[in-house]
């Protein structure tokens, strides 16, 4: 990092599945036209699964904090905190496992930590200026949910309601939901709340200045 530029800020947004921390994500980056900023997606630092066989890639639990590779995302936010480009990796969701390809990854001044475990590693909360835990009922969340993967994933309904039951609810309470302990800001609602998205886009105007 050069000494003319200061540490990029590193904002963290969490919530369950379905919660709206990625609109909230993407409204940051609308509300901040004048500042370079990236969407950091911990989804692509699940785990390397090419030495499983198929059938057993199918069974990841992909709610549980054993399923991503976080030393890697730490690693590499460190590479981007330090003004260094990085190659990050993508996961093919259709072979359940790391995709050969890398996405190249330019530092920017503001880095947007978006998934759903960011703050349960306190590695990865200690590197983040702004926690924010996106907190939207579980009715909410089912339906959205239901509603993204029936039609952009081609599921069915009964498959979403019984991989909700069966492992994103009791891993959302488990793992999730007790991370808000750590946020500095929790927004009701998600994308729809927009005077804490308006407050929070303020408070990091003026750690830019």
Do not use: C, W
């Not at 036209?33 to 785990?47: A, G, T």
């Not at 990841?60 to 976080?70: I, M």
């Not at 308006?198 to 200045?209: G, R």
């Amino acid at each position: 990092m050069t000494k003319s530029k200061k540490r990029p800020i590193v904002i963290g947004v969490t919530g369950g599945s379905g919660s709206g921390k990625t609109s909230v994500s993407r409204s940051i980056l609308k509300t901040l036209p004048n500042h370079s900023i990236l969407l950091f997606e911990q989804d692509s630092y699940y785990k390397d699964q090419s030495h499983l066989s198929f059938e057993k890639r199918l069974n990841t639990n992909y709610d549980h904090p054993f399923a991503f590779d976080t030393d890697l995302l730490i690693e590499q936010l460190q590479q981007l905190m330090g003004y260094h480009a990085i190659d990050k990796p993508i996961y093919d969701y259709e072979a359940h496992t790391r995709s050969k390809e890398v996405i190249h990854q330019e530092p920017k001044e503001v880095i947007i930590v978006e998934g759903i475990l960011i703050l349960e590693d306190k590695r990865l909360r200690d590197l983040m200026d702004i926690k924010v835990y996106v907190d939207t009922e579980d009715d909410i969340r089912i339906i959205r949910r239901i509603k993204r993967d029936m039609e952009e994933r081609g599921r069915s309904l009964d498959s979403v309601i019984d991989q909700y039951l069966s492992v994103v609810k009791p891993m959302h309470h488990q793992f999730i939901e007790p991370t808000k302990k750590y946020a500095d800001i929790i927004i009701p609602e998600g994308g729809e709340n927009q005077v804490a998205i308006d407050l929070l886009t303020t408070k990091v105007e003026s750690i830019l200045k």
